[in-house]
């Protein structure tokens, strides 16, 4: 059995609730099974190995709010480690080491990056220095902290314009895919206009819950409306995901059939091949199932999950093998796996996919931003960036779905059981923050040469939705300031 203390100063808001969302990793960067408490002064954790790792926590971090932030490696010791130090020794290496990376690639560094770099080291040596004197320690440890993440957005703002315009010199506009999820219901001619000026592909959600809400009783109103619409107006096309395993995607009438995985597998397909039948050839990218890396609705085990998405990709394949076939990845820092004996990690699963020759034509993974308990809670940017580039390996295009909160207040209209996490932005959950936020993170993506397209996760607020205040339009149906970033972005990089 492994155990590893952490103090923490009472300068830090940390609770016992913190302190459970904790993991640590190896190299694979997959979260091991462990147990996290708070004692009232130290972060302890159980786990049942003994090997050298790194340490993540949600962790405050003033004027950047609530990060996942990870230390070093660390090896089991006696004596607790003081996390101050070594949250920051873990992000001043990890940005120094990143930035060597990408200059021996070409990136130029501005001086005023190398000299973030250099105070946050000295802050650093003053704390470890220091470590008997907690006051001094901290706050210098804290300084450095902050002072490592101001070098970390100026290094990913670097990497991304330079990227993005070397990427323009080979093609004045680039063929990314960037889009939102229309939904579940018909949009008015005002929202339709905003879309198609903002946008140059659309998702199309076909939700089976609600086409056949009743057995063997189709509902094509909507989907029809929709797919015409996107036609009409030129639009890439996204249909799915076909399977989506949650409650939200899922007939009633399919439960009864949770205990009896064959006859599931015949109702997913017969859904599927109608689907897929009816819109053969008018659809660019079939989502083939989402969630199914991580759900647990219909009591499906990790091997049925693997085997019910194969289906669903084998039957799209068979019935429009014109499409490309895509399937959908949840909460792809896998986060969850430290609270259950999991034996395929996200990645683990796509590549198991990937390997297995069904013409698999990408991934995409989906990155709820900001929320709890299925989302993914918030991260710098060069923790995105190591994730894109991660999932490069694979050898797929990558696709990104995303969605940010902009209030954490009761949503009247939201219908899934994620909340936005309390105190997540230090400024709070706000459009104003939802806005800053892509415009941070969509030049780093588009500038990712493996990611083929980039998708707002949910349109708006004022439709049934999944995720709380997480749309593009709120609920009284007014752009928030993110669509007009995003209709920027697209107007300035993309066909």
Not at 68 to 95: C, S, W
Not at 157 to 162: G, M
Not at 206 to 223: K, L, M, V
Request: hydrophobic share 40%; net charge negative; charged share 20%.
């Amino acid at each position: 059995m492994g155990l590893i203390r952490f103090k923490v100063h009472d300068s830090q808001p940390i609770s016992q609730e913190k302190a459970e969302r904790a993991y640590m990793s190896g190299h694979d960067r997959v979260p091991w099974p462990s147990e996290t408490y708070w004692t009232g002064e130290m972060v302890v954790m159980k786990r049942p190995v003994e090997d050298s790792g790194n340490f993540y926590i949600p962790w405050y971090v003033e004027g950047f709010g609530e990060l996942i932030l990870g230390t070093a490696t660390l090896r089991q010791r006696e004596a607790p480690y003081n996390l101050h130090v070594e949250l920051a020794r873990g992000k001043i290496n990890q940005v120094r080491n990143q930035t060597y990376d990408w200059q021996s690639i070409g990136l130029h560094v501005p001086d005023r990056l190398t000299e973030r770099i250099k105070s946050a080291v000295t802050l650093f040596s003053k704390a470890a220095t220091n470590q008997h004197d907690p006051e001094v320690c901290v706050e210098a440890a804290d300084q450095a902290l902050v002072i490592a993440l101001e070098a970390t957005e100026l290094l990913a703002s670097c990497f991304a314009d330079q990227a993005l315009a070397a990427r323009h010199r080979q093609d004045q506009q680039l063929g990314t895919l960037l889009g939102a999820n229309f939904g579940d219901h018909l949009v008015d001619d005002f929202t339709a206009r905003q879309f198609r000026n903002s946008f140059n592909s659309v998702i199309i959600p076909f939700n089976w819950r609600q086409i056949e809400s009743q057995e063997g009783q189709y509902d094509w109103a909507i989907p029809d409306k929709q797919v015409e619409w996107g036609e009409t107006n030129g639009l890439t096309i996204w249909g799915g995901p076909l399977v989506f395993l949650s409650e939200s995607g899922l007939p009633d009438w399919l439960l009864q059939w949770k205990d009896d995985f064959s006859t599931l597998m015949t109702f997913v397909s017969d859904y599927i091949e109608t689907t897929v039948a009816r819109f053969r050839d008018r659809i660019n990218l079939w989502e083939c199932a989402a969630k199914t890396n991580v759900s647990q609705a219909l009591g499906l085990n990790e091997e049925q999950r693997l085997r019910l998405t194969v289906r669903a990709i084998e039957t799209v394949r068979r019935v429009d093998p014109n499409a490309e076939y895509l399937i959908t990845v949840d909460q792809p820092w896998a986060e969850y796996m430290k609270n259950n004996e999991w034996e395929l990690s996200p990645i683990h699963f796509a590549d198991a996919l990937a390997r297995a020759e069904l013409g698999l034509s990408g991934v995409n993974l989906q990155i709820n931003v900001g929320y709890l308990p299925g989302g993914s809670p918030q991260r710098d940017l060069l923790e995105l960036s190591r994730l894109l580039d991660l999932w490069g390996f694979l050898g797929l295009p990558l696709y990104i779905s995303l969605t940010f909160p902009t209030s954490d207040a009761e949503d009247p209209n939201a219908y899934g059981k994620d909340k936005p996490i309390p105190n997540g932005m230090h400024e709070g959950w706000s459009p104003i923050s939802q806005r800053a936020w892509v415009e941070k993170v969509i030049p780093l993506i588009l500038a990712k040469r493996n990611v083929y397209g980039i998708f707002w996760n949910q349109l708006s607020d004022g439709q049934p939705h999944e995720y709380p205040h997480g749309g593009l339009f709120n609920s009284e149906g007014r752009p928030k300031p993110a669509l007009a970033t995003l209709a920027t972005m697209r107007k300035y990089h993309l066909k």
